[in-house]
């Protein structure tokens, strides 16, 4: 029996009609009647994961007097996995996702998708902010951070959500190319100013401060 970390019992039985035998790694018998014997070996549980076995049946022939029968049973590590949901994004746009699985290279993933590696361990997911028709859409939860053993598919979800708003202002009254003064400022040190009718979007939730001067043009003045 090969494959199995150092203390850990494989499942198998050596079996005919007349003989039952459990074997939980290599060994050698020299006391097992002639015959007909059906070898059969179970996965294994550890604490790194799940363990298969190949083949899971050998059949041998015991013969008396002869050479020994022999058979190998293998065991090895299942891949583990990683079953990403991804939702909220526009139709037609890639989701900035980064995913890390444990011993290998990042991976970009646009979109739903189910990932697997050879490595037991942590997987680690980066979702960031993305941007679309004027308006920015952020990750919940940005950062995904599971353990996942040989075998096991974690199953995570990431929601893209609008996180921002739009503001129009709409400058009315002054003659045809003669620009107007207004100054929008709010969250987080925002500030913009304005001439025309204007439509300002990806702006983060929160009081915004529009504020209108007056204009002079040809001796007159036009108030706000």
């Known amino acids: 029996m090969t494959g199995l970390p150092a203390g850990v019992n494989a499942d198998i039985t050596v079996a005919n009609a007349a003989f039952s035998r459990a074997a939980t790694g290599t060994v050698r018998w020299v006391d097992v009647p002639a015959g007909e014997y059906t070898i059969t070996a179970r996965p294994v549980r550890t ?6 076995v190949a083949p899971p049946t050998v059949s041998v022939t015991v013969v008396s007097g002869s050479t020994l029968a022999t058979a190998t049973i293998t065991y090895a590590p299942l891949p583990s996995a990683i079953d990403l949901a991804i939702t909220g994004v526009p139709a037609g746009v890639d989701a900035p996702v980064t995913v890390s699985p444990p011993g290998g290279s990042d991976v970009a993933v646009n979109a ?3 990932l697997s590696t050879a490595n037991t361990g942590r997987w ?7 941007r679309s028709g004027g308006a920015r859409y952020a990750p919940s939860p940005a950062a995904i951070d599971t353990l996942v053993l040989y075998g096991d598919t974690a199953r995570v979800a990431v ?3 609008v996180s921002t708003g739009a503001l129009a ?3 009315t009254g002054l003659p045809a190319g003669l620009a107007g003064a207004v100054q929008v400022s ?3 040190g925002f500030t913009r100013a304005l ?8 702006l983060t939730p929160g009081a915004y401060r529009v504020i209108a001067t007056a204009v002079v043009a040809g001796g007159i003045t036009y108030r706000p």
């Open 47 to 52: 604490a790194d994961g799940s363990y298969a």
């Open 112 to 114: 739903s998708r189910l």
């Open 124 to 130: 680690k997911v980066a979702a960031g902010t993305l």
């Open 159 to 161: 929601r893209y959500d």
């Open 169 to 171: 202002v709409a400058l």
């Open 186 to 188: 709010g969250p987080d």
């Open 195 to 202: 001439t025309a009718t204007s439509t300002l979007t990806e």
